[in-house]
């Protein structure tokens, strides 16, 4: 069983930064791949952002290339996102996840299968 954790969430003007952390409790963290997502009312939940067990495959969503960064530290049982350049647009709820499954078309929600509580991020003036 793996437990996950999200934080960093919060308020931030157009234009600025955060840094989300996703930690995880349990076994073998590190064969896991972690994935960002995120919902915004009345939308379906969407990938932003995956990493494999081994940092070496990384995808992102078109949306969020070149703004945000995802890393994992497996030394730690964390993985972060990096997110500068926020717009209004990047309003939602964040959740991590976790799962055993590489999606070759992108950060799929079905090929997850632990979920954190989620984490809301407002970007606003």
Known sequence: QLQLVESGGGLVQPGGSLRL?????????????IGWFR???????EGVSCISSSAYNI???????GR?????D??????YLQ???????????YYCAAGRTWGHRGC????????GQGTQVTVSS
Do not use: H
């Open 68 to 72: 945000f960064t995802i890393s994992r």
């Open 108 to 115: 799929l929600v079905s090929l997850y299968n632990y979920w």
């Open 21 to 33: 952390s996703c930690a995880a409790s349990g076994l073998s963290f590190d064969s896991y791949i």
């Open 59 to 65: 995808k992102y969503a078109d949306s969020v290339k």
């Open 83 to 93: 997110m500068s350049s926020l717009k209004p647009e990047d309003t939602a709820v």
């Open 39 to 45: 919902q915004a009312p009345g939308k379906e939940r």
């Open 74 to 79: 497996n030394a730690k049982n964390t993985v």
